[in-house]
C-alpha cells in the first residue's frame, strides 16, 4: 500500500490550497483516513481525519477553514485548505488506517509527506 500526496506549496496568507491523497495498491479494508502536520521544531499532529462512514475529528486550530473529505469509491481523500495562516505552515502527512490480504490487522499507513508554506 502507498500513498500519493501532493498539492502543497507556497501560498500567502488568507490563500487556498488542496491536498489530494490517493491510496494506491491492494486494501482489505479501509477505516480512517485524514492528514497531521509538523512544523519546524515541533510534534507531528492531527490536523483531520474522516471515518469509513463519514465521522470527523478537525483541530480546533483549523475548524472552519479547512474540510476534508473522502470518495471510498476510489480510496482518496481531499484537504481543503482555506483562510491559510503563517502558524498553518508545516510538512503535512497524509495518513490512512486500513488492512491489507497480507496483514489482514488495521495499521498505519503515511504519505511521504508535502510542503505548505503560508506566508505572511
Known amino acids: 500500500v502507498q500513498l500519493q500526496a501532493s498539492g502543497g506549496g507556497l501560498v500567502q496568507a488568507g490563500g487556498s490550497l488542496t491536498l489530494p491523497c490517493v491510496v494506491a495498491g491492494t486494501i482489505r479494508s479501509l477505516d480512517s483516513m485524514g492528514w497531521y502536520r509538523q512544523a519546524p521544531g515541533k510534534k507531528r499532529e492531527m490536523v483531520a481525519l474522516?471515518?469509513?462512514?463519514?465521522?470527523?475529528n478537525i483541530a480546533p486550530s483549523v475548524k472552519g477553514r479547512f474540510t476534508i473529505s473522502r470518495d471510498n469509491t476510489k480510496n482518496t481523500a481531499s484537504l481543503q485548505m482555506n483562510s491559510l495562516k503563517p502558524e498553518d505552515t508545516a510538512i503535512y502527512y497524509c495518513?490512512?488506517?486500513?488492512?491489507?490480504?497480507?496483514?489482514?490487522?488495521?495499521?498505519?499507513?503515511w504519505g511521504q509527506g508535502t510542503q505548505v508554506t503560508v506566508s505572511s
Open positions: 495518513n490512512v488506517v486500513a488492512s491489507t490480504y497480507d496483514i489482514p490487522t488495521l495499521k498505519n499507513f
Open positions: 474522516m471515518g469509513e462512514y463519514g465521522g470527523t
